[in-house]
């Protein structure tokens, strides 16, 4: 059985994704190329953001607004990692964080690497992109980089807008009889990857705040002192 994590009368805990789950996302028209036309044409950002949320544990808009100059190779032994960083406020179009926490450099994961995300990257350079997904994802001033992602993954169809979201087109992200839906969404990746995480050892649990971007607030005076772990640790994760 399952535990419902969600605080009694607060906000609703979105829920990581199950194995059937996955395998519908992955297997869905943007990994099979089934069913595509016109109205469905993939963009480059609608096949990497899972496999990306999956791998990493991003979040949504953390992802989204990756400049291509994020992924870069790190450190003496050229490990290629991706930059999760804010922008100073007086930039055009800055990236933003939700807290200083969220700061970070993570290693790639070896089946990005293997799915060819490096060349993707490469091929962005090349065309000039500052941003890694301009092919596709524009600025909103209030939602940030992620608000045309949220709509194609999360958006629930209703009788006035019968268009839905990748999930839903998946079987995934559904409202039961009395309205409440499965509390599937984009941030269930990131459950996912921490679900994941702890599964593989008590290790892999320590290094993990310093992948997600978690707070190790509660880890007091040593947390802070720290430069976080190697690069080398946290890609064994």
């Not at 535990?3 to 194995?19: I, L, M, Q």
């Amino acid at each position: 059985p399952t535990v419902d994590h969600s605080p009694a009368g607060g906000k609703t805990v979105e829920k990581a994704f199950s194995r059937d789950d996955l395998q519908a996302i992955f297997s869905g028209y943007l990994y099979t190329g089934t069913e595509l036309h016109k109205s469905n044409a993939v963009f480059p950002y609608q096949f990497w953001l899972p496999v990306l949320g999956l791998f990493t544990g991003g979040r949504l808009n953390e992802l989204c607004q990756l400049d291509t100059e994020d992924v870069s190779k790190t450190g003496p032994d050229g490990i290629w990692t991706i930059s999760m960083m804010d922008d100073d406020l007086d930039r055009p179009l800055p990236k933003s964080l939700k807290n200083i926490s969220s700061r970070r450099i993570l290693p790639i994961h070896s089946e990005l690497l293997r799915m060819g995300f490096l060349e993707f990257v490469a091929d962005a350079s090349k065309q000039g992109r500052e941003k890694l997904f301009s092919d596709g994802l524009t600025y909103n001033p209030k939602k940030g980089w992620g608000s045309n992602a949220t709509h194609f993954f999360c958006r629930f169809p209703s009788p006035s807008t019968p268009a839905e979201g990748y999930f839903h087109k998946c079987g995934i992200r559904q409202r039961s009889a009395d309205g409440k839906t499965d509390r599937k969404n984009f941030h269930s990746f990131r459950h996912t990857f921490t679900d994941l995480a702890r599964e593989s050892g008590a290790e892999a649990y320590l290094v993990l705040p310093d992948i997600t971007g978690h707070s190790r607030s509660g880890e007091g005076t040593v947390a802070r002192y720290s430069n976080g772990f190697s690069q080398e640790k946290k890609q064994a994760v």
